[in-house]
């Protein structure tokens, strides 16, 4: 049962979930997740699931009380999510919490996959250990942590997020021979850390075929800090990098593309309709390209489910984006409002010179360094009526909640569609 904590029990909690941000980018396709070792008042130990393969949460911070020279026998530990009791890439973390003596357990969501959902708590339970569920803030804190993790385990398919950047017009692509991107620099950091957090990156062939893009996570330019993922600071330096997946349905990617000579860097999936001339498909896939046969956007999300893809990343060109909308594929939408016009007579907002580049003035340099995207001019996708919200593919009309913040001169609208 779901249990009103203490002040003290929701601090404690609130901390392993500061510890379990620090695995983002790193741990996918297992979830984020921290602990807190807590005896007498004293935390005596920390640890979140920090790579894909190494100690899961619970192991990594009896290990750090070890380490502290602690005896774990009779404390509490906080954890993020249900302890494991299954084998998987490490041994279950249940039996690490059992053979440490700990006391009492409290948990702040609950594991949906089929192979734990309760396994580990009444494990707990059995040996004695008393088991807690929070409630409240930080079980939707907790949930919320996990969406990519909860939405694989409950419905196969992976947790589709919509990067948009736009005009105060509506615009979302700039003119032929403009840097591509709309938003700043400091905006164009930010999607690179999104794209190493993500397990896969998405964009229409029209995408590359204008502008030949790479689709890989890089650093910011001159050594600059990405923005932090909670107290850590990176350089982007250990950056992982996303599946690129083009969605191509008549296999026209040019065997020349940087995308096909950078497969050391990143593999390519080419979702191809069954249509699609055979020769071409086969040219790719001789060119080192992976080939996925899907006529429809839920038979493709389907497949890269099933390669363990838990979170996509959609990018670039309006056609896709209406496509995966008009699916009610998408579960999340980020979007950038940049402070810039792009029709006939674009300029900055606040009165820029008539004849300005169509990019706001925002440097060249950025853009090389950093950017990729359609060149059409178009207007912004209208996002879909309400149709089936338990269907599990997406973006059910209104969001559930939405944030906006300002991103140096951009202002991004953060929004969620449904919570698994």
């Not at 059992?98 to 396994?119: N, Q």
């Not at 339970?125 to 996990?146: C, H, K, P, Q």
């Not at 950091?189 to 999104?194: E, K, N, P, S």
Request: glycine share 10%; with cysteine; charged share 25%.
């Amino acid at each position: 049962m779901d249990t009103q904590l203490t002040g003290t029990d929701r601090a404690h909690l609130m901390r392993a979930l500061e510890l379990a941000e620090r695995g983002r980018g790193r741990v996918s396709p297992n979830p984020l997740v921290g602990a807190v070792i807590v005896r007498d008042g004293a935390v005596v130990g920390e640890g979140f699931h920090a790579e894909l393969g190494e100690l899961h949460a619970e192991r990594a911070a009896l290990a750090d009380c070890a380490g502290r020279g602690e005896d774990p026998r009779g404390a509490t530990m906080y954890v993020t999510l249900e302890p494991c009791a299954h084998h998987g890439r490490q041994p279950p973390c249940v039996d690490a919490i059992l053979e440490a003596g700990i006391s009492r357990v409290v948990i702040a969501s609950e594991d949906p996959s089929e192979k734990a959902a309760g396994r580990g708590p009444g494990m707990l339970r059995d040996g004695e250990v008393e088991v807690e569920f929070a409630a409240g803030e930080e079980a939707t804190a907790a949930r919320l942590l996990n969406q990519p993790f909860r939405k694989h385990a409950r419905t196969g398919l992976p947790l589709v997020t919509l990067k948009l950047a736009m005009s105060l017009d509506g615009q979302t692509e700039t003119a032929p021979g403009d840097s591509p991107w709309i938003s700043g620099p400091e905006s164009q950091q930010l999607v690179h850390r999104w794209r190493a957090e993500s397990d896969a990156i998405a964009v229409g062939i029209g995408t590359v075929l204008a502008d030949d893009p790479l689709l890989t996570a890089r650093p910011a330019a001159s050594g600059a800090l990405l923005p932090p993922i909670g107290d850590e600071k990176r350089t982007g330096s250990d950056l992982r990098q996303p599946l690129r997946v083009v969605f191509d349905r008549q296999a026209r990617l040019p065997l020349d593309s940087q995308l096909l000579q950078t497969l050391d860097v990143s593999p390519v999936v080419v979702v191809v309709s069954q249509h699609a001339d055979a020769q071409h498909a086969d040219a790719l896939r001789d060119a080192g390209a992976e080939i996925l046969v899907a006529d429809d956007i839920e038979a493709a999300l389907s497949d890269l489910g099933r390669r363990g893809i838990t979170s996509l990343f959609l990018e670039g060109g309006r056609t896709l984006a209406s496509a995966f909308l008009g699916s009610l594929a998408v579960d999340a939408s980020r979007t950038f409002i940049a402070p810039v016009l792009l029709g006939e007579n674009p300029s900055r907002a606040g009165g820029t010179a008539a004849g300005a580049p169509h990019n706001g003035g925002r440097g060249k340099a950025a853009s090389e360094h950093m950017g990729e995207g359609r060149r059409d001019r178009t207007r912004a996708p209208s996002p879909p009526q309400a149709k089936n919200p338990a269907s599990g593919r997406g973006a059910p009309g209104p969001a559930l909640h939405h944030t906006v913040e300002e991103i140096g001169e951009d202002v991004l609208i953060t929004a969620r569609f449904k919570e698994w």
